[in-house]
């Protein structure tokens, strides 16, 4: 029985490791080993050969028309808007009304060496080589990444993305005392139908509110179609910790299937199986800490597509769309109608996102730990409310859990201080009934009944804690609001790693110290692997963002402290 705590701590520990790297597995995009396979729904649509051909026919009540346009090839003269506000800084292109490129003036790039460089650079004193900080980017022309939008008809073209639109004078930029300007774009007829596109942009808003006005201006009905798609190559985003990738691609959430991603590697396989039709939802492009959204919150009938393009001349063979459709009344001759839809285009902010479309925050992946994770994060939010320090409101997390906490950890450091002072009995008792385990164990289980000492009492500190510890991990890796926030002197980016290597360290020595209060085991080859397992435990930490070292090693501190308390009571050296 005596080993018992030492065998849990090493399955804890074991099963911390396998939860890490399944998390990792969900964060890049992969199901998680833990949940059911997912039920088969309608297959999305397949590329059909008519796109090389131009922008196709629609076929009703399908997504084939949008799904196809954007393989296009196109040749006409294009004229790049750039429109300015306090948080975008977003170009238009007039051939088709493209969104083509989105800088976020207020969120800045920032440098990511790898460990080995940073410890070249430590050993041979070598200065790191200068970094200009760039505003992020989204929407651009290397990774043919842009928002588009179109008509399409069953009964011939229309005017779709790869239409020439004239751009109406109007202002470029927001100025002081503005709420918001306009971009109007408009097509020439195609099919008898003309195409307005409005562009809304707002002050301190990462929206961009998108109006087509559709006038049909020849002499027959028709009945168009809108499709709103984002499309953008198969390459990833780097980001988030050593050996986290973070997941970038495709997801859309509708009313009957809610969120669901999809891995390039499945649309190059045909294996994507989305709902296709809901009278809600919405299509993403996702990657770490941003995230691009057509969103159409009235109700209304929809088709999802997620597909990758044909090759042509101007896009990449390994580039993707995902979208929506949707139909529009019959027009008879001489009538229009408008459709409205928001592109977002910024950071995911959980509390902002949550506000613009249901379930948009979930772009946001706290991996399978999400139920812990979303109040641990509004706890971090409400305290770094009245804080202000990113740094700080994780040490105040710590503080507050420890007093919650704080009659659980006492029992269990009871119990640990009395395991250690009883290490001599046991240790003499088996010594002495080394060739009579069954005895030893009936003499081993009266001390621990006579002492009221429960050999696996110290464990349940960890056991409770350990979930808020793999909760944080995703909050410190997922949360843009931690992105580049500072604490102290050397730590000025607390959703990265240490950028020293002093937390880790610090963290490894208060493990260590840990190790050094409790109770030896008994086995020698145990008791050195108790040694060990704070050491490995600390390496792996060394690329762990120092918000997650900096609460571990604050719950040490403070663990240490009650510890030692504990064991000054009850005369324990």
């Known amino acids: 029985m005596t080993d018992i705590r030492r065998t849990v701590l090493w399955v804890v520990f074991t099963v911390s490791l396998f939860l890490l790297w399944d998390g990792w597995q969900r964060h890049n995009g992969h199901p998680s080993m833990f949940s059911p396979a997912p039920r088969p729904l309608a297959a999305a649509s397949a590329p059909g050969g008519a796109a090389n051909a131009g922008v196709p026919a629609a076929t009703a009540g399908t997504a084939a028309a949008a799904a196809t346009a954007s393989a296009t090839p196109v040749a006409a ?14 170009t238009v292109d007039t051939l088709g009304g493209d969104i083509v490129r989105a800088e976020l003036p207020k969120y800045l790039t920032s440098p990511d060496p790898t460990v080995t460089d940073q410890l ?3 050993v041979h004193l070598k200065q790191p080589a200068p970094f200009t ?45 503005q709420d918001e300007i306009k971009l109007r774009l408009e097509s020439a007829e195609v099919g008898g139908v003309k195409l307005v596109k409005t562009f809304t942009f707002k002050r301190g808003a990462y929206t961009v509110g998108v109006t087509h006005e559709v006038i049909n201006a020849g002499t027959a009905p028709v009945t168009p179609q809108v499709y709103l798609q984002l499309v953008r190559d198969g390459s990833t985003v780097t980001g988030g910790a050593a050996f986290t990738p973070s997941f970038t691609g495709p997801a859309v959430y509708n009313d009957k299937t809610k969120f669901k991603t999809i891995k390039f590697e499945d649309i190059d396989k045909n294996k994507v199986e989305i709902e296709k039709t809901a009278n809600e ?31 042509q001349v101007g896009l990449r063979a390994d580039t993707y769309a995902t979208g929506m459709v949707f139909t529009l009344p019959t027009l008879a001759p001489g009538a229009s109608t408008t459709q409205s839809a928001t592109l977002f285009a910024g950071p995911q902010e959980e509390n902002n996102l949550s506000k613009l479309a249901p379930g948009l925050e979930r772009v946001k992946d706290y991996g399978m730990l999400t139920i812990i994770a979303e109040p641990l994060f509004w706890l971090l939010d409400k305290l770094h409310g009245l804080i202000g320090n990113w740094g700080w409101t994780i040490v105040a997390l710590v503080l507050l859990l420890k007093i919650a906490l704080y009659g659980l950890n006492a029992s269990a450091y009871r119990s640990m201080a009395k395991m250690k002072a009883l290490a001599p009995r046991i240790n003499d008792l088996k010594e002495r009934y080394k060739d009579k385990p069954q005895e030893m164990q009936q003499e081993m289980m009266r001390i621990y009944r006579e002492e009221k000492v429960n050999p ?22 997922s949360t843009v609001e931690m992105r580049q926030a500072p604490w102290i002197l050397w730590i000025t980016d607390l959703s990265v790693r240490d950028p020293y290597f ?22 020698p080859m145990q008791q050195k692997m108790m040694w060990i397992m704070p050491v490995a435990f600390g390496i792996m930490f060394f690329v762990f963002p120092a918000g997650l070292v900096l609460y571990w090693l ?12 504990i064991n000054k009571q009850l005369g324990v050296n």
């Not at 505003?135 to 651009?140: C, D, Q, S, T, Y």
């Not at 770490?288 to 393009?309: M, T």
């Not at 002093?502 to 086995?523: G, K, Y």
Request: proline fraction near 9%.
């Open 133 to 177: 900080p760039e505003p992020v980017v989204l929407f651009n022309a290397a990774q043919h990444y842009r928002a588009q939008t179109g008509l399409v008809s069953a009964q011939g073209p229309l005017p779709a993305h790869t239409t020439p639109m004239t751009v109406v004078a109007g202002e470029r930029e927001l100025k002081d005392g």
């Open 456 to 477: 696996i009492g110290g464990c349940l500190p960890i056991f409770a804690q350990m979930p808020i510890f793999m909760a944080l991990y995703w909050v410190l890796l």
């Open 502 to 523: 002093i937390l880790p360290l610090l963290m490894m020595a208060s493990s260590l110290f840990q190790v050094w209060l409790n109770p030896p085991a008994a086995d």
């Open 77 to 90: 003269p294009s004229e790049k808007v750039t429109i300015r506000t306090d948080v975008l800084t977003v």
């Open 554 to 565: 604050t719950n040490n501190i403070l663990s240490i402290a009650q510890q030692w308390m």
């Open 120 to 122: 070249l650079q430590m």
């Open 281 to 311: 939802g919405w299509v993403s492009m996702v990657q770490h800490y941003f995230a691009s959204a057509w969103l159409v919150n009235e109700p209304g009938n929809r088709e999802f597509f997620v597909r990758k393009l044909p090759g």
